[in-house]
């Protein structure tokens, strides 16, 4: 069966971009990455797909008039390296509403939070101003409103007594970096179905795990 053509869209370090690669690194994982384009030269996560041996593509978006002039050129190279599905690992651009129409239902991020609790950048400082007791990441298909969109998969870690942002994060980018190699594995398995903002997914049935926090012991 062929495998899923995934297009990584980055301005940084890559960090979820790794953990994609490393998924993809295994000839039974249902997708491979075919290019990484970055809206930044410098961006480390070029040089962690160069090693990879994966294409890259740097659109830089200070050349272009407006964001949908940007987002028609990252198209083009996204259609030009034949991408099904287009994986937003810390690409820190909102995209516009043609682009999301155009890849409707084929966009897929990661957002440190549990959403829809806590959207934007500074997700870790909201859930502690909050007093949050549990945080985590959300795999999301996107939608034209930031951080929005059916969700695929969720991870939840507790917040701990004397937890800053740094702290949380980590403990947070562990699950990211399980989280999001699985959301696109069901996908190319065809074990997701999108029914509006509702992703309804092909599982086993329920069962009593629970998290709780702080646990009682």
């Not at 059916?150 to 740094?166: C, K, N, R, T």
Request: glycine fraction near 8%.
């Amino acid at each position: 069966m062929p495998r899923l053509k995934l297009g990584v869209l980055i301005s940084g370090r890559g960090s979820n971009l790794q953990a994609l690669i490393a998924s993809c690194a295994d000839p039974s994982f249902p997708a491979e990455i075919v290019i990484v384009v970055s809206n930044k030269p410098d961006a480390k996560g070029l040089d962690h797909a160069r090693a990879a041996g994966i294409a890259t593509a740097v659109v830089e978006h200070g050349g272009y008039r407006n964001r949908e002039s940007f987002d028609r050129a990252v198209n083009d190279v996204l259609v030009g390296a034949g991408v099904e599905l287009v994986c937003l690992a810390g690409f820190m651009r909102l995209l516009s509403s043609w682009f999301v129409e155009t890849w409707h239902d084929r966009i897929v991020n990661i957002h440190p939070s549990l959403l829809p609790s806590f959207k934007g950048i500074d997700a870790h400082a909201q859930a502690i101003a909050a007093g949050a007791k549990l945080s985590g990441c959300t795999v999301h298909i996107v939608r034209a409103e930031m951080d929005a969109g059916p969700i695929l998969v969720q991870a939840a870690v507790p917040v701990l007594p004397g937890d800053d942002e740094d702290s949380l994060a980590a403990r947070i980018l562990t699950m990211e970096h399980k989280c999001y190699p699985l959301a696109v594995k069901l996908i190319a398995e065809g074990r997701v179905q999108i029914d509006g903002d509702t992703a309804i997914i092909d599982m086993p049935g329920d069962t009593d795990d629970h998290i709780i926090s702080p646990s009682v012991r």
